[in-house]
């Protein structure tokens, strides 16, 4: 099994700047895919950026341009830089673990809240 533990997210004003951690521990080896997911008031849970073991990234319309996903193998981290934020992106912040299995592992979340 694998553990997700985020932090970093926060109140900030539209156009400001934040970075969520992810730290994972466990079953390490065998995640092949991680991502950051956000689920705001009334909405379903989407996707927000993903990146593989290899380093392919992938990223919503909405995001691109503004958030950076980054992957730290070696100290078994996954970040999301996020700039330029809109009070859209207000949402409770996931990170997630896909293994070989497609075996998918949660963490708690994190609250990001942009203020217009």
């Known amino acids: 099994q694998v553990q997700l533990v985020e932090s970093g997210g926060g109140l900030v004003q539209a156009g400001g700047s934040l970075r969520l951690s992810c730290a994972a521990s466990?079953?390490?080896?065998?995640?092949?895919?991680m991502g950051w997911y956000r689920q705001a008031p009334g909405k379903q849970r989407e996707l927000v950026a993903a990146?593989?073991?290899?380093?392919?990234?992938s990223y919503a319309g909405s995001v691109k341009g503004r958030f950076t996903i980054s992957r730290d193998n070696a100290k078994n981290t996954l970040s999301l830089q996020m700039n330029s934020l809109k009070p859209e992106d207000t949402a409770v912040y996931y990170c997630?673990?896909?293994?070989?299995?497609?075996?998918?592992?949660w963490g708690q979340g994190t609250q990001v809240t942009v203020s217009s």
């Open positions: 466990g079953s390490i080896g065998r995640i092949y895919r």
């Open positions: 990146i593989t073991r290899g380093g392919s990234t």
């Open positions: 997630n673990a896909q293994d070989y299995d497609n075996t998918n592992a």
